[in-house]
């Protein structure tokens, strides 16, 4: 029986299908300042940006395909014979149309609606307008079911438990900055797990072993070594 395995996934997994990862030199995301956009405050103040800004990540997601690396986690997946459990930062569901199965959103999905009064979840329209109507409850109060910051990340009780069943810790295209995922290779590495790093440029955190390189090409070949192997 193969060794149960961890990813956490981030922005750079989905960089090479043409999405933008958010900390470029610039400083902004898609021309804007992280607080202006991805922080409740924002949606309180400016409901109109937030949902043109998150209708256009909508589509800008709609328009992208699942690259290499997303195709060789949702084969690692099915032919590994051991857990793959697939945690990821990312909004967009191009693991899923990579193979994958079960994935972990833990900051929310671009292609989901939240009611903010009710907390009902149904799937976004490609457009999402300000006052937009809850299905469940019918108060003005949807919102795109994203994990702004000051928000707390989703599933946490179960990536707790993957992470303890877990025997390897794999990082791939995560900057390692943002908890409390940045805070998973010390809680691998307290419990035993060796831990990978997978990324274009090297964090600068200790992990055990680090690869870099374009995702791309190194999850395939990595998955490569794990299946063949
Ligand atoms: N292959 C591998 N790694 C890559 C690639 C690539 N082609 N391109 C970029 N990277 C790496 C970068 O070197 C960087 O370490 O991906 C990482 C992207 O880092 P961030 O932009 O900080 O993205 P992420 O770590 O996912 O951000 C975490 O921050 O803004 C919030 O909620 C948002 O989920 C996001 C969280």
Redesign the pocket.
Known sequence: MGKAIFILS????S??SGLK???AEDGL?EEHR?EDV?TPEAFARDPALVQRFYNERRAGVAAAQPNAAHEALARLQRDHGAPVHLVT??IDDLLERGGARDVIHM?GEVNSALCARCGHRWEAPAVMVVGEVCVACGAPTARPDI?WFGEIPYHMEAIGAALEESDLFVA???????YP?AGFRQMAQQHGIATLE????A?GARFDDVRE????R?VPDWVEEIIGG
Request: glycine content about 14%; proline content about 0%; charged content about 5%.
């Open positions: 981030g922005a750079g997994l960089a090479e990862t958010f900390r995301w992280v991805a930062q990312n900051h994990v791939i295209g995560t900057s390692g900055l943002v995922a997978i990324n274009l440029a964090s390189g374009a995702a791309s190194l």
